[in-house]
């Protein structure tokens, strides 16, 4: 069981960086891959990046890349989304979850356990 507990979330303008962070209780941390995700008002919840359990495999969907990091401190139970160069479409719910499994997926029914969300916002 692994319960997921995300924060780092606010108002921010267009331009501005922002760092979640979604902390993990349970000693079975580093057996799951992480993945963030997003839901924007009326939208379906997409992909945002993945890291694998040893941090050493990361993912990005095409429209953060090179703006948005993804780290784990599994000694620490935590991974961070390092988000940079925020635009007004990152405006969303950020969900963190983990999956049991070690391909890359992406799908979020893949993932076992989510976390309650952080809210984004970015002003244009």
């Known amino acids: 069981q692994v319960q997921l507990v995300e924060s780092g979330g606010g108002l921010v303008q267009a331009g501005d960086s922002l760092r979640l962070s979604c902390t993990a209780s349970?000693?079975?941390?580093?057996?799951?891959?992480v993945g963030w995700f997003r839901q924007a008002p009326g939208k379906e919840r997409e992909f945002v990046a993945r890291?694998?359990?040893?941090?050493?495999?990361?993912y990005y969907t095409d429209s953060v890349k090179g703006r948005f990091t993804i780290s784990r401190d599994n000694a620490k139970n935590t991974v961070a989304l390092q988000m940079n160069s925020l635009k007004a479409e990152d405006t969303a719910v950020y969900y963190c979850?983990?999956?049991?499994?070690?391909?890359?997926?992406?799908?979020?029914?893949?993932?076992?356990?989510w976390g309650q969300g952080t809210q984004v916002t970015v002003s244009s």
């Open positions: 890291i694998s359990r040893g941090g050493s495999a990361t």
């Open positions: 979850a983990a999956d049991g499994g070690t391909v890359f997926r992406k799908r979020a029914e893949n993932y076992d356990y």
């Open positions: 349970g000693r079975t941390f580093n057996m799951y891959a």
